[in-house]
């Protein structure tokens, strides 16, 4: 008898390869599997909803969300939580990316705002991750009137630790190195995989999560097994319960078969 879990995947570099932008055949059958023996499926990503537009081939097997790594989360048109950066945070870090000139992508609650003066945004969000959507951005002035739940300035590792003194409320979650994702404190895929067990009444103990940058650590480790795909960096990989091959070797369907769940 197969095992029925609630499955929590990571998109980029997890669920959709860096080198097609596309979901493996693989993966669309193992998830199409899964969900037929019982399995949940769930996405958690760094992406805003709005650019949440490369899983087309899999939308209809999707429970819920977890999306700007777990500031917000929801199952349909129903909110399982929100937690918005603080204003006095918020504007710490905009001013700091006009001061200092690097890019950023402020996430509202409803849009996204672009201030790319070095050519980060477009370069590495549109040439190297295929992200579309992106010209749906607004003007930053309109989404700092809403709830900001993700901050994602384009600066080098070693600059976050200095401004992240400045940003009290917050946590950073690099999945690049380019560029790294400024959530509230609480807001992280972990908590999220913990909002949704709420919400959805499934033991958090009974699921398992895939990833692969370093804002997956938390899930990997809050999740009842956490799966590191074979393409993770080295600090994921030693954090996982298992490491299964890259997404581009049927990472997903290999590990789905090795927990018996497909």
């Not at 477009?122 to 989404?143: G, T």
């Not at 795909?229 to 290999?254: C, F, P, R, W």
Request: proline share 5%; with cysteine; aromatic share 6%.
């Amino acid at each position: 008898m197969k095992q029925q879990y609630a499955l929590f995947f990571d998109i980029d570099g997890t669920l959709v390869s860096f080198n097609t932008h596309q979901i493996p055949s693989s993966t669309i059958h193992a998830l199409t599997q899964a969900k037929a023996n019982g399995s949940r499926v769930y996405i958690a990503t760094g992406r805003p909803p709005v650019i949440i537009n490369n899983i087309d081939s899999i939308s209809h097997l999707i429970d819920g969300f977890i999306t700007t790594n777990g500031a917000l989360c929801f199952v349909g048109d129903e909110l399982v939580c929100c937690n918005p950066i603080p204003k006095e945070d918020v504007m710490t870090c905009v001013n700091d990316a006009k001061e200092k000139g690097y890019s950023i992508i402020v996430v509202g609650r409803k849009d996204v705002a672009i201030l790319d003066p070095t050519g980060a945004v477009d370069r590495i969000f549109h040439q190297i991750l295929a992200v579309k959507d992106l010209d749906k951005a607004v003007p930053l002035e309109e989404v700092l009137q809403q709830d900001i739940l993700q901050l994602t300035p384009f600066f080098p590792p070693e600059y976050e630790t200095e401004l992240l003194a400045r940003l009290p409320n917050c946590i950073s979650g690099r999945w690049h190195p380019e560029f790294t994702d400024i959530t509230a404190n609480g807001a992280d895929k972990g908590k999220g995989i913990l909002a949704m067990a709420r919400h959805q009444g499934f033991d958090p103990k009974h699921t398992i999560a895939f990833g692969d940058g370093g804002n997956d650590t938390s899930m990997i480790l809050q999740a009842g097994i956490g799966i590191a795909m074979g393409n993770a960096i080295e600090e994921l990989k030693q954090q996982a319960d298992y490491v299964t091959t890259s997404v581009d070797e049927d990472g997903i369907l290999n590990a789905l078969q090795h927990f018996n769940v497909i």
